[in-house]
């Protein structure tokens, strides 16, 4: 097997998120591949619950709260020794999904591997939550790496 050059990794600063970020940096380190770690911002979707009274508040909160993201996620690779490129995405074309978004820019990047975390949720739940992986799978041109919970 050849070695992955450019590893992808998308974060979304949960736990499963955190230890396919670990996953990630240990390849990256073995194979002295490139690491590239992304966040997505889904504009179409946000929950606007969130008590703030305008859109742009709420989309400058998202978007600080995924920079915090991105810098946690850089700075435990760099802890590590590996030195990481990191980028916002966000979901603007309409009904363009996260996965979508995350395969895309795989491309964009030249990345020979997407690592992600991914819950595992099965049933009912699955169904309605929907599943981020799942699309990453089906429509990504490099293979993936999925880490679960």
Known sequence: MQPYKKILIAVD?????DRALQEAITLA???Q???????????LVLNLDMGFADMDESLAYIHKAGEQILETAVQQAHAKGVNPESRLLT???????????????????????????THGRRG??????????DTVVR????PVLLVRE
């Open 91 to 117: 979901t603007e074309a309409p009904g363009m999904r996260v996965g979508e978004v995350i395969a895309q820019e795989a491309v964009e990047a030249n990345a020979d591997l997407i690592v992600m975390g």
């Open 13 to 17: 600063g949960s736990p499963v998120s």
């Open 29 to 31: 380190q073995e194979m």
């Open 139 to 142: 429509v990504a041109v490099p």
């Open 33 to 43: 591949a490139q690491l590239q770690i992304v966040h997505v911002i889904d504009e």
């Open 124 to 133: 009912i739940s699955r169904v309605f939550m929907g599943s981020v992986a």
